[in-house]
């Protein structure tokens, strides 16, 4: 069975500053990658996914992620916070012959002004 | 087009009792998942439907069921709700059919509160 691993439950960054949100997981055959973020009292909106080609994915709202197979990671960053960002942010993963996605516990952002 | 609309959007159930929820699926998508998302976890898969047949389950007891009708909507029955059960159930429709490949969209959520 699959499942992830996010480091950090709570992260606090300033205006401006980058956003990294760490994403470890674990698979025994090619995981697919997802991030999603959930707004209060909303659902989860996909920001990015990776399935096949490319290690470097770019998503909504200027977020990119890169899987690193050799460190089972797939850690999202943001060049420059905005305060819009401030969201829960979830990885998730599946394979190619599963039906759900597994999700992480989530990390809380909060941006400072 | 329509995203993925669930209702209602809270309930307060008593311990003991039973709970439908609805879900109206994107338009043109043929499956849906449910997961429940506890206060400060991430979702749980609870099980998917594909072209109205149960595709998959999570680890999750009898009391929780599903159905799928032809125009894809869906509900999620609880029986002999427990305190436990309190949480936020998001409906997930994706196009095509099974496969992670297929991006999920996930509705507003219902919140579920029991007494």
């Known amino acids: 069975a699959q499942s992830v691993t996010q480091l950090g439950s709570h992260v606090s960054v300033s205006e401006g500053a980058l956003v990294l949100l760490r994403c470890n997981y674990s698979?025994?055959?090619?995981?697919?990658l997802f991030w999603y973020v959930q707004y209060p009292n909303q659902g989860l909106q996909l920001l990015l996914k990776?399935?096949?080609?490319?290690?470097l994915v770019k998503g909504i709202n200027g977020f990119e992620a890169e899987f690193k197979k050799s460190e089972t990671s797939f850690h999202l960053t943001k060049p420059s916070a905005h305060m819009s960002d401030a969201a829960e942010y979830f990885c998730?993963?599946?394979?190619?012959?599963?039906?759900?996605?597994?999700f992480g516990a989530g990390t809380t952002v909060t941006v400072r002004a | 087009e329509t995203g993925v609309t669930q209702s209602p959007t809270h309930l307060i159930k008593t311990r003991g009792q039973q709970v439908t929820l609805r879900c109206s699926s994107q338009?043109?998508?043929?499956?849906v998942s449910w997961y429940q998302q506890a206060l400060g976890q991430g979702p749980q898969f609870i099980f998917q439907y594909y072209r109205e047949e149960e595709n998959g389950r999570g680890n999750f007891p009898p009391r929780f069921s599903g159905l799928q009708f032809p125009n894809y909507s869906s509900e999620l029955n609880v029986n002999a709700l427990e305190l436990d059960d309190s949480a936020l159930y998001l409906c997930a429709s994706s196009p095509g059919g099974q496969g992670p490949s297929y991006e999920q969209y996930f509705g507003p959520g219902t919140r579920l509160t029991v007494t």
């Open positions: 698979s025994s055959v090619p995981p697919y």
């Open positions: 998730a993963v599946s394979t190619t012959n599963d039906y759900k996605l597994s």
């Open positions: 990776y399935t096949t080609g490319a290690t």
């Open positions: 338009s043109g998508h043929n499956t």
